[in-house]
């Protein structure tokens, strides 16, 4: 399986939570607006692929663009896929259950997340 990190992120335009897929050669990133939550559909936008390090890094970003600190980590399984949805099992230390990301908006890239706990299946 494959490895995921939702980073803290502290940032001049305000916090957020950086979800990212590690994929063969990059990690897959989107901004979650806030803590994901069972349940609770979050917006979400989708950001340019980061690099593998952002799996392990804690600290400041260069250039003024806040700080990041580790707020789950775990790995995941992409269970479905299409051009308009990814469904994932999320095995982390914090959240481990199932994850749904849809595009709501192509042109923006503005996407919606949500989060299922183990114990709370997806209606």
């Not at 749904?100 to 192509?106: A, E, Q, R, S, T």
Request: glycine share 8%; charged share 25%.
């Amino acid at each position: 399986m494959r490895r995921f990190v939702i980073l803290e992120h502290d940032s001049p335009r305000g916090l957020h939570y950086d979800l990212m897929l590690e994929t063969a050669t990059l990690l897959v990133t989107w901004a979650l607006s806030e803590m994901p939550a069972s349940g609770k559909i979050i917006p979400a936008q989708q950001l340019p692929d980061h690099r593998r390090i952002y799996l392990e890094y804690e600290g400041e970003i260069s250039g003024g663009r806040g700080t990041v600190c580790r707020w789950d980590k775990g790995t995941y399984l992409l269970s479905k896929r299409t051009s308009l949805m990814l469904e994932l099992v999320l095995i982390g230390d914090r959240l481990r259950g199932r994850a749904k990301l849809f595009l709501v908006d192509p042109e923006c890239q503005s996407w919606r997340f949500q989060y299922w706990a183990e114990d709370s299946p997806p209606s």
